[in-house]
Each structure stands twice: as C-alpha cells, then as structure tokens.
C-alpha cells in the first residue's frame, strides 16, 4: 500500500497481542508511526523492539482507566504531535451459558469490550476534531451482528459497538472523520486460548480458521485507506447477515449447529451448591 500510511500517526490499543499487534506492524511497514497501548508493558516492549523504536512510543495503558489513557495519548502527541488513525482493538471474551457467569464478568466485559472503546474515543477525538480529520477504527465482532449461545455477555458488548459507532459516525462526518466497524468471525489469536476446546471443534471455526490476526490487520489497513464503513469476515457472511433480516429463527438454528450446540445455562457446579 504505498504511500498512504506514509506520515500518518496512529493509536493502536490491544497491541501487546493477536488483531492489535498485527495492525500495529502492519501499520508500521506501511510507513505510519505507531502508538502501542495495552497492560503489558513488557509485550509492548518487545513488539517496539521489533518494529524499531524510531517508528513506534510504547504507551503502558488500562482502556478502563481513562487516567492511564490520557497519560498514553499525551506521550503519544509529545512523541509524534498528532493522531491521524485510532484503531480500538483492546477486549477480553467470557463465554458461557448466562446463569454460569457471574455479574461481574458481564460488567467486565462491557468496562473493557465497549467502555473501554467509549474512554479512547473520548480522549482521542477532541484532537482529530482540531484537525478535522482521522480515522477511527471499531473493534467489535461477528457476534455483534449474530447472536451465538453462550455469547449473552460478549454479544451485549459488541452490539454496543456497532450502535455507538453507527450513531458517531454520522457526528464524525462534518469533522472529515471516518469511522470503520469491523466485525471478525472467529480469528486465531490467545483471546480464544480459554475457549479453544469447544471454539476450536466447532464446524464454524473450522470454516473460518483461516482468518489469521494477519489477514485481518491487512483488511483493516484497506478499509482505511477506503474509507470503509463496515468490514464483515469473512465478507461472505454478509450473506447469512441478509437472510437474517427476513429469517432469523433460521439462522440462529443453523448458528447453534455450527457452534456445537447450546451451552448448559446453569454450571453443573451451581447447580449441585442450589
Ligand atoms: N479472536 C477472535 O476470534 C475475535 C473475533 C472477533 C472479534 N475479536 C475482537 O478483536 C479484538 C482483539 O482481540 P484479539 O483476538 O486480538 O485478542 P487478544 O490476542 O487476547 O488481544 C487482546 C488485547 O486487548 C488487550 N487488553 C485486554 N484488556 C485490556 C485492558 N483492560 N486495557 C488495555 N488493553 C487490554 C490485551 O493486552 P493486555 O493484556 O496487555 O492489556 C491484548 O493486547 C477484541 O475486541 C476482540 O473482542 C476477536
């Protein structure tokens, strides 16, 4: 992609693993300048290592936090003195049937997945609308759009996103703002590791595995450069979204089949404690 990415300074958080990072090199080869933000200051280490740290700043942040977040951004502006490209890629995943999580993993998932995009978005934007221009990048999932069982949790979360973003991206527009959502099916990155079991037999990562963390990365940095508002993987799912509109009873059939079927809604361990 030359030339495009050339100059650019960009924010990337979640980059100490999996999509995040892969956006981050890619973002670097590409010719941008990159700010890394994740919990784990030694993985960020690492990958500025890799990168060369004339090219990245490593920015040690909690997406929950908003004080660490304007700590990162502000070591992000003094070292590059912009932010053209936001790409939020921070979030965790909780499966499971909807009486075996606990409130508190709900309202983790919904403070990391979704708040934690609202607190970037919250510090970032003010400085792309000074410079009325940029670009936002949405992490949320293929789960925003179909409902899997055992995904009550993660799925509220990256509905969320997809509201958020489609209502922001219209107060964006005037700004010269763009904002993409993208949505992955399963990719193979460690967010799955504590699920790998079930999600790794399943007909439909079986299907879509080859979506690697570096085939996304490289379908973000197009939908960039085109101003995309939606990015759908793999994009023949877009198909399965259209005859959701007219029958979704069909497809969330079909959904419980090729995830393996329906989680117990209860642990075996609650159950025997009731
Ligand atoms: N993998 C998939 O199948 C898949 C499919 C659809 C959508 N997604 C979405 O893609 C995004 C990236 O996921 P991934 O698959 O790349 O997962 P991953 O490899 O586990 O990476 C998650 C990243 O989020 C960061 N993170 C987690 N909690 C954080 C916090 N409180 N503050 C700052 N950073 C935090 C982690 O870094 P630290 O631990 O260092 O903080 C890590 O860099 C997520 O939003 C995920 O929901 C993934």
Known sequence: MPGYFDGKVALVTGASSGIGKQVASHLVRAGARVAILARNRNALEDLAHQMGEGQTVVCPADVTDPETIKSAVSVALSRFGKIDILVNAAGILRAGGFLQLSELEFRRVMEVDYFGTVNCLRVVLP???????????????????????????????????????????????????????????????????QHLQSVRSSKFFQMTRSYSADKVAIAILNAIKRNKRELILPGSLRLVLAVQCVAPTLVETLSNWFNGGVPELVSHKGRDSS
């Open 127 to 193: 400085h792309m609308v000074r410079a009325r221009a940029g670009h936002v990048v949405n992490i949320s999932s293929l789960a925003g759009k179909i409902v899997f069982p055992g995904s009550s949790a993660y799925s509220a979360s990256k509905f969320a996103i997809i509201g958020m973003s489609n209502a922001l991206r219209q107060e964006l527009k005037p700004y010269g703002i763009g904002l993409t959502v993208v949505c992955p099916g399963y990719v193979d990155t460690p967010l799955l590791d």
